[in-house]
């Protein structure tokens, strides 16, 4: 019955109570069970006694460690290998960073700092002690191996493979088999010709300005046979290069890799100068010779100039005079 | 002292069109605080502070920066880029500048052809052919000396004329030549049509200096109502 | 605000100031005639009169600003410059007997190229030179509307008739009068159609406006017109400057123009521009080349440079092998000041006091330097 008597209660007063108010006074009811006191409705929230703070302790820290660095200590003790850096054991006023309204910040909890590579185990000092160290490990320097002149003469190939450490099950890294090789085109034997043939059979391979042919060779799975088909294609190269195809025979003024003087209609423009009002015909412009004529062969070689170096100033400047020394006498002896 | 101001300002708002202190109102959202002041941003300007010896003024105030259009270039002025900037459209000054500068053209063109035209020397030398000064003469000329401002009294608005701020009939000047210059016929050139208007309001003739008649005859018409700008 | 009543006041004091500045006066030559010329003229000016002019630039020739400004001034005066003075000394001094010498002109947008072909020109006038003047190569390969057709006579050229025929008014304008007095003759006779024919020996000015007339035959006339006057100069009847304004054009990619079939054409394929190229040629004696490269006639991809073998490309440059290039440099100081002196004395410049600032914003080109003061 008096079960009954509470939902009833209950239910009339869900309406209006808030949320939890449910818990509250069933909790409530149950304290005054014992009891047989008016059950008093604390709508208040009981007073709990604030948390007391807890009490900042002030950690016991030793000053930094640079504060007491002699001036001449040995920094390579200090800092012997490669660290991340460190504020307290580096004794300088360093500042990195950006502030919009205050200097730099500092070099304590500097994260700037911290993310850079540091060199500092790499001072002159340290890398002497280095050298020192191992120098009894060394052999003595070859003879005739003194200038790099002597090298590119007597190891005129470069080989270049790069060796990792992989952090995986397998140590092997795909980039190790890469093997590339170098080699210095003036160090082959080759003809005008051949010269010609293999640079346009390497193609972007060579580079014009320093003079040396790079192979790539990365298509096979290991180190070794990379290499060995470095060294094939490069001898293929050579002997390709050598030798002289029916084909070749056909080459057009097109496909010249220079400006060719004698094989050009400068030639015939110049003969047909020197020769008028006569009409020369192909055999008289090749069998025409300039080895005495000073102004053919000024002209000749700053025809050449202009259309091999490219134009400018310079080129056609002298264009002009030889031109002006051909055609207008008069005006260059004035 | 910025209590001062900000009561400065507050008395602008009430009685507007009125300047005390002109230095010290600043533009409505400017960047800078009243206290800044306009740059020199010519050399020569400069020089003749240094000379005279009033730099020293200037050396602890705080200046503006110079505007982007701001140079000390000798063809510089101030009143002709001021023209730029109300006759462009959508921000195209480049094109503003050339129509202006072809304008300029033109206009010398037209008065280098009555000078050669001109056999009387005395009348000759009295032809003026620098553009920008015609330019002026006829901004000066056309600039109206009172303005209509509608008050309202009694439940309707009346067209009150009132006197006008040397800095706003110039402005009311060049409006009326860019409006001019847009109402143009479409088969004439803005830079034909604004030479001769510029050439005609130079000798007080022309559109826009009719305007500006038009515009006193209006505040004569209107005089009655001059005391509704107090009342 | 106290700028504003600063700048008002400013129109008054301006004109104040005017009275008190002397205008400077330019420095000009008194020779009229441009094979008096020497390096002591160099920077000066000299006027060409009127007459002159109508004669040798009605029809173009020219360019347009610059025939403005004259009509500005009242008076054609050309600054006597460097390059010009270099070709006429070529031309005095050649041997005329040899094959014809060819002079290139090149330089940048503006720096007086045409106007030093101006000079030449005016001086092969007054020596007696037939001009054979193509005024600009571009005009002839512009879309204007042009009726092109396929040429009946020579095949897979295109001849453009009209431009052609108006040519052929600009070559008569040029030479009516040498030609009137040296009565040169064809030398065959030319079949047209079957009623038109020109026999042989008939005066070459009726030939002119036999093709002027005939529009259909004007590219052809002007083929004939060239060879007989080659073969005349080779037999030492004559005097001939050919002069080609815009010749890089000729070696240009591409057209505006289409043939009524609308096949695209390329220069290579008008016959006008083959009868030009064919002027240029040096297998004639008797007379001089003077071309000019600008890179203005070039198509607008391709004027990142003024030399001529950039402009021209290596088939070009074969086919006015060799020439004597000559430059066209921007104006000297000297120069420079003198054209500012003369725009001032004309009151076209009428700011003073700003030459540096001009000398820098032009980079002291002639063209850009008429064009910056023209609103000043």
């Known amino acids: 019955m008096s079960v009954m008597q509470k939902c009833v209660m209950i239910r009339r007063t869900a309406n209006a109570i808030p949320i939890n108010y449910y818990q509250r006074t069933w909790c409530s009811t149950k304290a005054a069970a014992p009891t047989d006191e008016f059950r008093v409705l604390n709508l208040k929230k009981k007073f709990v006694p604030p948390q007391s703070k807890k009490k900042y302790t002030k950690t016991l820290l030793l000053p930094p460690r640079e504060t007491a660095m002699p001036v001449d200590q040995d920094w390579t003790n200090v800092w012997p290998g490669p660290k991340t850096f460190h504020p307290a054991s580096v004794p300088l006023a360093l500042r990195q960073g950006y502030d919009q309204k205050r200097a730099p910040p500092g070099k304590y909890g500097n994260a700037e700092l911290m993310k850079i590579p540091n060199f500092l185990h790499l001072t002159p000092p340290a890398v002497k002690k280095h050298c020192s160290a191992i120098k009894k490990f060394c052999t003595e320097w070859p003879k005739g191996l003194e200038t790099d002149e002597d090298f590119d003469k007597h190891f005129p190939m470069t080989i270049i493979t790069t060796d990792y450490c992989h952090s995986s099950p397998t140590i092997k890294d795909p980039k190790a088999r890469i093997v590339t090789i170098k080699v210095k085109l003036s160090a082959f034997d080759l003809d005008k010709h051949a010269r010609d043939k293999m640079i346009r059979l390497v193609g972007e391979r060579y580079d014009e300005e320093t003079d040396i042919l790079t192979i790539v060779t990365d298509r096979c799975p290991t180190r070794k046979q990379n290499y060995d088909y470095g060294i094939y294609v490069l001898t293929a190269l050579y002997h390709e290069s050598n030798t002289f195809e029916e084909w070749e025979k056909e080459k057009q003024e097109a496909d010249m890799e220079h400006y060719i003087w004698d094989n050009n209609v400068s030639k015939k423009a110049y003969v047909a100068l020197v020769e008028w009002p006569k009409k020369v015909s192909d055999d008289d412009v090749k069998s025409f010779s300039i080895e005495n004529d000073l102004v053919g062969q000024k002209y000749k070689d700053a025809v050449t100039e202009l259309l091999n170096n490219g134009e400018d100033t310079y080129t056609l400047n002298k264009y002009k005079e030889a031109v002006v020394g051909m055609l207008l006498p008069q005006n260059a002896q004035a | ?231 | 605000m106290r700028a504003y009543r600063r700048v008002c006041n400013y129109a008054t004091a301006a004109i104040k100031q005017e009275a008190q500045y002397q205008i400077p006066t330019a420095a000009r030559t008194d020779k009229t005639n441009p094979a008096d010329h020497d390096h002591h003229d160099e920077s000066k000016f000299y006027t060409i009169d009127p007459k002159t002019i109508t004669s040798l630039f009605q029809m173009g020739g020219l360019p347009k600003p610059f025939t403005e400004q004259t009509q500005m001034f009242a008076e054609t005066a050309l600054m006597v410059r460097k390059p010009a003075l270099e070709v006429i000394r070529g031309l005095k001094l050649a041997d005329y007997q040899k094959p014809v010498i060819r002079y290139l002109l090149y330089g940048q947008t503006g720096s007086g190229k045409s106007l030093s072909l101006a000079h030449i020109l005016h001086y092969a006038h007054n020596s007696k030179f037939i001009l054979y003047h193509i005024p600009y190569v571009p005009i002839w390969l512009k879309y204007d509307r042009k009726e092109v057709n396929w040429s009946t006579t020579k095949n897979g050229l295109a001849d453009i008739p009209l431009i052609a025929a108006q040519w052929l008014k600009h070559f008569k304008h040029q030479n009516e009068v040498l030609l009137n007095e040296l009565n040169l003759t064809t030398s065959q006779d030319y079949v047209w159609s079957i009623r038109e024919t020109t026999p042989k020996g008939t005066i070459l000015n009726e030939l002119i406006t036999h093709g002027i007339n005939r529009a259909k035959y004007a590219c052809d006339c002007m083929d004939i017109l060239l060879n007989e006057l080659k073969a005349h100069c080779s037999n030492n009847k004559c005097k001939m400057l050919v002069a080609v304004d815009g010749f890089n054009a000729f070696f240009n990619e591409k057209t505006d123009l289409k043939t009524e079939d609308r096949v695209r054409v390329t220069p290579q394929q008008i016959s006008m521009v083959q009868t030009g190229l064919s002027a240029v040629l040096s297998d004639w004696n008797n007379g001089a080349v003077v071309m000019v490269t600008s890179p203005r006639a070039a198509l607008n991809t391709k004027r990142e440079s003024h030399l001529p073998i950039y402009l021209c490309g290596r088939q070009g440059f074969e086919h006015i092998d060799p020439f004597i290039p000559v430059m066209v440099p921007e104006l000297t100081t000297t120069e420079f000041n003198n054209m500012l002196d003369y725009y001032e004395e004309k009151r076209w410049l009428q700011k003073t006091g700003g030459r540096k600032e001009l000398e820098f914003l032009t980079s002291r080109l002639p063209a850009e330097l008429m064009a910056r003061c023209a609103s000043l």
């Open chain 2, 1 to 231: 002292m910025a209590l001062f101001v900000k009561h400065l300002r507050l008395g602008l708002i009430v009685k507007h069109g009125f300047h005390p202190l002109p230095q010290l109102t600043a533009a409505k959202y400017s960047v800078y605080p009243p206290h800044y002041v306009e740059p020199v941003f010519k050399k020569q300007d400069i020089d003749k502070l240094q000379e005279s010896g009033e730099i020293e003024n200037y050396k602890l105030v705080p200046f503006k920066a110079a505007r982007s259009n701001d140079t000390c270039s000798v063809f510089h002025d101030p009143l002709v880029s001021k023209f730029i900037n109300y006759m462009l459209k959508k921000g195209q000054k480049k094109i503003a500048r050339q129509v202006l500068e072809n304008t300029f053209e033109k206009i010398k063109r037209l008065q280098l052809a009555k000078y050669n035209r001109e056999t009387d020397p005395e009348r000759k030398a009295s032809i003026i052919i620098d553009p920008v000064i015609i330019f002026k003469k006829a901004v000066s000329n056309c600039k109206p000396l009172l303005k209509l401002t509608a008050v309202k009294r009694g439940g309707s608005y009346y067209q009150v004329p009132v006197p006008i701020t040397d800095k706003e009939s110039t402005f009311y000047a060049m409006r009326w030549f860019v409006h001019c210059g847009r109402e143009k016929d479409k088969a004439v050139s803005f830079a034909d049509f604004m030479a001769s208007e510029l050439i005609n309001a130079s000798n007080n003739d022309g559109r826009v200096f009719k305007k500006k008649l038009d515009l006193h005859k209006l505040c004569e018409a209107n005089r009655a109502y001059a005391h509704y700008r107090w009342s």
